[in-house]
């Protein structure tokens, strides 16, 4: 087998990649590595992937169509997509919502349309996002639930996505899998998130900035956990459906109080932080929590590492990475 992942040099995409090379697949890693953040991170993930043999890297951008075609040319052999590259984050979607629209949009539909190209494709697995919910009040979140009332433009862009899936999926059955993720975090995770934010400052002596005075939960979810989902549900396409497509949540099911997580990264640090409490953000949701039963039922999904495990774990890989 053959993998396509793109965004292979992001957070997700390291790790789904080195779970397919660990087991013997060929893969063909696509990033065009901005700089959205450090891209010294990226490299050296990277790095850790091009020491496989296996591993081939294009540093392409996905919406950019003749590129991407001529790689697609280079891999008729491919066998499985997986898009994980994105313009991530709701924050800085009110800053740049251009960055969005190419990425998650002309990006995706680019790889739908790869996906037509590439005669041996079997599957298209992509990234979606707990954000598509809104500001949904029924817990635990459902793929069931109506999701048409997006509070971001990231969280529209997600939703969109979803929505050209269904549309190559119906009319040249093409199947698809769109996969909602849960606050991901872990070692090598990204700079601009919670975790990293909050450590970094501490280790700095410097305050870290807590929304909604707080009062915040989030599903919590351990990168292991996360890249387990990805693969096996990669390997098991929608096939017998009129429709071959699917979406999944992929959590913890856990919603955890945001003021515990700081807890455990002070704990672990040995350090106390300095909090500044600000009002809640434009865009931003109170309270995640993924109701995981279908991917259980049709994979047997479990996530199996709580915050108490995996937030030490986080805080030793940042520790030992930036030798601090």
């Known amino acids: 087998m053959t993998y396509l992942v793109t965004g292979a040099a992001g957070f997700i995409g390291f790790h789904t990649c080195r779970t397919l090379l660990g087991r013997g697949e060929t893969v063909v890693g696509i990033d065009i590595v901005n700089d959205y953040y450090d891209p010294a991170l990226k490299e050296a993930r990277l790095a850790m992937l091009q020491e496989h043999a296996g591993f081939t890297f294009h540093r392409v951008d ?83 639930d109506r999701v048409d009332s997006p509070i971001s433009l990231y969280a529209a862009t997600k939703k969109s996505g979803e929505l050209m899936a269904h549309c190559y999926s119906h009319l040249f059955g093409i ?20 975790a990293f934010l909050f450590v970094k400052a501490i280790l700095a002596g ?3 900035h807590v929304f909604n005075g707080g009062d915040m939960r989030r599903d919590f979810t351990f990168i292991d956990d996360i890249v387990k989902g990805v693969v096996a549900v990669v390997d098991g396409p929608p096939n017998g459906l009129d429709v071959p497509y699917r979406l999944y949540n992929i959590g913890n099911h856990r919603s955890e109080s945001l003021m515990r997580f700081i807890g455990l990264i002070e704990q672990a640090l040995g350090r106390k932080a300095e909090i500044i409490f600000e009002p809640m953000q434009p865009g931003d949701v109170k309270e995640t929590f993924a109701d995981i039963e279908a991917i259980r039922r049709d994979f047997g999904f479990e996530p199996s590492t709580t915050i108490d495990e995996g937030v030490p774990r986080f805080v030793a890989w940042y520790r030992e990475h930036y030798r601090q």
């Open 175 to 194: 199947p698809t899998t769109g996969l909602r993720f849960f606050t991901v975090y872990g070692p090598w995770g990204r700079p601009d998130m919670s």
């Open 62 to 144: 996905i919406a950019d169509r003749e590129a991407m075609t001529e790689v697609a040319d280079r891999h008729p052999d491919v066998t499985h997509i997986i898009n994980l590259a994105a313009q991530a984050g709701v924050r800085y979607s009110l800053v740049n919502p251009f960055a969005y629209t190419r990425s998650n949009i002309e990006g995706h539909l680019v790889m739908l349309e790869l996906a037509r190209r590439l005669p041996r494709c079997e599957h298209l697995v992509y990234a979606s996002s707990s954000s598509v919910y809104g500001s949904n009040t029924k817990l635990p979140f459902s793929v069931e």
């Open 206 to 208: 410097e305050p870290i």
